[in-house]
């Protein structure tokens, strides 16, 4: 038994049909699956635990790049994480700079959140730093560690939102203080605001 070309033709139709269909569903979907914002939490590649790795400019970290100076990979173990086992200290010898890029829609609004600590091993006290949307200044931040220990980094949330302008878009932090203790990143995420809340 064999389907005549015009029934064939007609399920071909109907496949396609439901491809297209699908297509914008999926869109619809935002940053849930399609951002391609990935390892917020800076879990690849894995760290030596009770210690870290320092990169300079130019490696990278699975999906994020150093983008100037240097950082430290935390493995797990050294200090409390956020989330999941690992985090980055925005200081390795000196004041360093993490990007990623991702899929983006442009004229969407997404919310980025993070949380943020600081080194408690040296001085200053008072860690600061900026999330850059772009190479742009989206958000100063500041994390005093008085009172801080490895076992207890003291991380609070951070959010700001920003309006994709292109169909990629990078996201960085960066320290703006000297020396071999910086702010501390960790849990990431990237969220496409269906609606926004500041």
């Known amino acids: 038994m064999s389907f005549s070309r015009t ?3 007609a399920v071909a139709l109907l496949v396609a049909g439901a491809t297209v269909l699908a297509a914008p569903a999926q869109a619809a979907g935002g940053n849930r699956a399609l951002s391609r914002f990935d390892d917020g939490s800076f879990e690849t590649p894995k760290a030596p635990a009770n210690s870290f790795t320092p990169l300079a400019a130019g490696q990278t970290i699975g999906p994020w790049s150093v983008a100037s100076g240097s950082v430290d990979l935390i493995g797990a ?7 999941g086992n690992q985090s980055l200290d925005l200081n390795g010898s000196n004041a360093g700079t993490v990007t990623q890029s991702f899929t ?11 949380s943020l600590a600081g080194n408690p091993a040296g001085a200053p006290a008072l860690k600061t730093g900026r999330a850059l949307i772009d190479g742009q200044n989206f958000q100063d931040f500041s994390f005093d560690v008085t009172g801080r220990t490895f076992a207890a980094m003291g991380y609070v949330g951070r959010q700001f939102t920003f309006v994709a302008q292109n169909a990629s878009t990078t996201l960085g932090f960066t320290s703006t203080i000297a020396g071999a203790y910086g702010p501390v990143v960790d849990n990431v995420q990237v969220k496409e605001c269906k609606p926004c809340c500041d």
């Open 7 to 9: 029934r064939l033709a």
């Open 104 to 114: 983006t829609v442009p004229g969407t609004t997404y919310s980025v959140i993070y």
């Open 77 to 83: 173990g050294f200090w409390q994480a956020a989330e």
